[in-house]
């Protein structure tokens, strides 16, 4: 194996791909191939991916001067993913990445199952391009415009291009930003969201370990405990819908942002984990849906993980805060309207830093459960009764083609308080009464053929099937003498 005696230094945040094809212009090869053949040592097809292979073999050339692990640290997307794998996972991927076999890399990782290859894209910023031509000479792709749900600069805010190649080409064409037609990946302008996502995987790309003890830490878990959306440490998952909905629907309905703003279990998937894979987009996402910035994940980091070694055994900094901090979190908390104290804002962050004063106010202001009075049941079946007749009277008033009356159509109709389908042995006279008002088929069928008949007032001796058809009607259940007196005399 020989060595690389020509190699071009590496830019901030390039793409092994981008290298390749400074590389391959640099020598002035012909194809492909022949550059392929020279760095990696064989013909390799995935050079172009966000998570190249033959590593090895490029490091062995370069002998010594990038290891594996440092290329695929800066080089490559896989950053990105660290702090959603185990130890193992992470190490097999890097393995995968040194060798020559990068099959199932991607299913391994996830990225297959969520759809979001489909999107993938060769894509640039227009102001970057400027700014590489000027500082280093020529344009080059960045690694971060090449994540799953970056659609726009997290440096210059811009929306980014994706490049069209020519039929019949692709990434072994060996080109470089602005060389090809492009279009704009997003077609408006309001990218809050985008912006804000660009740039948390910008800096989890680019703090891989901060990011690890971001997720480590459960940020999002004590994100949603401050916003009162954990109750007794269960996730109040209507709560919880009821507030991301608003910023769900007004959000991008372009590319990557289909799969995360039409639906809303893939967020209890994620904070649910279950030994699924993380795609860094969704967590990313829904740090901002829980309203929380990069500011937040830098924060977080440097308030909760500081480290340090005492007596061979590593510990972490507890968060002290200030004692403007806590009076606002104590007068937040006693202006709260809630009964009990632990639906009061702020409470599981009392708990976790100023527990003494939460203790205290707990004991003086006990939570008195109010004493119901016993039930009558006797008064409540009477009401109920009444109000199974007149929800009857209302399905048979009801315009339009007729509706069978069932028990779960009177049911739906009465009120909610009643707890009939708990209790019903306290409601005899209910269950007779509903007993009495269910319609069989047989009726329903002379219910629906009168109605037809009144809609279409046909003669009986042309008409019978079509009514039959109108009425909605494939099994009869009703005799001919019935059908022939439901006609009215011409």
Partial sequence: MYRLFLFPEPFPDESLYSLAVRYHRLVSNKSYRQTSRELFGTYSRTCGSVLPCCLGALSQRLEGQYSVAELVETRTLLPLYRPFLSEKAYESAILCMQGTQGTGLKMSLGMTASGLLKHASFRY????????????????????????????????????LSANLPEGADWRSMFLPGEFASESVLSTQSLDAALAVAKMQFWGLENPQRACDLVDGDFLRLRLTEMGMVHRGRLRELALRNFVAPRLGPGNQEVEYKSVTNSFEWIMCLLRRRRRIVQPFKYYFLCWLLDSGVNDLRKFQRRNFSIVTDRDFTTKHAYCPDKAQVATRRREFKQDKSEKCHDKAGYYWLYRHDSDWLNNYVK???FVRSIEAPIDWSVQDARLSKELIDARDEILGDEGK????????LLRRVSAKYRYLREFSFFPESIQVLEGLLETEHDFQIRKLSWAIKRFSPSKQCATSLIMRFAGIRIRQVSESEVDS???PI
């Avoid at 031509?133 to 970056?150: D, L, Q, T």
């Avoid at 509706?403 to 159509?409: E, G, Q, S, V, Y």
Wanted: proline share 8%.
């Fill in 125 to 160: 910023c227009e102001a970057c391009m400027q700014h590489d031509s000027e500082v280093f000479g020529m344009p080059y792709w960045h690694r971060i415009h090449m994540a799953a749900g970056v659609c726009i600069c997290p440096i210059h805010g811009n929306v980014l």
């Fill in 364 to 366: 003086h202001h006990p």
């Fill in 402 to 409: 007729p509706k069978k009356i069932t028990k779960t159509a």
């Fill in 486 to 488: 439901l006609f009215l």
